[in-house]
């Protein structure tokens, strides 16, 4: 069974940073897409950032400039830079994995940022 774990959330003042890991059971080429997902209280789950297997990368407009996904596929992990942070970042993200066949999601990590 695939698991995807994720770690680094916590509390953090407004313009600081953080930086989330996603941790797999498996080889992170073998989805095709990774990815992290924020959802705060009230709200539908929302995309942060991609990264293809090919090593292309996507970011929701807010966090462009301010975020960076990256990965190290010696550790199967997945990271989330996260900088200049804001209480709107506050949040619970999720580790997204997608295969060819399924889509697999961590647990989640949760994020505030105090004003």
């Known amino acids: 069974q695939v698991q995807l774990v994720e770690s680094g959330g916590g509390l953090v003042q407004a313009g600081g940073s953080l930086r989330l890991s996603c941790a797999a059971s498996?080889?992170?080429?073998?989805?095709?897409?990774m990815g992290w997902y924020r959802q705060a209280p009230g709200k539908q789950r929302e995309l942060v950032a991609t990264?293809?297997?090919?090593?292309?990368?996507n970011y929701a407009d807010p966090m462009k400039g301010r975020f960076t996904i990256s990965r190290d596929s010696a550790k199967n992990t997945v990271y989330l830079q996260m900088n200049s942070l804001k209480p709107e970042d506050t949040a619970v993200y999720y580790c997204?994995?997608?295969?060819?066949?399924?889509?697999?999601w961590g647990q989640g990590t949760q994020v505030t940022v105090s004003s």
């Open positions: 997204r994995g997608t295969s060819s066949l399924y889509d697999y």
């Open positions: 498996r080889t992170i080429f073998s989805f095709n897409v």
């Open positions: 990264i293809a297997k090919g090593g292309s990368t």
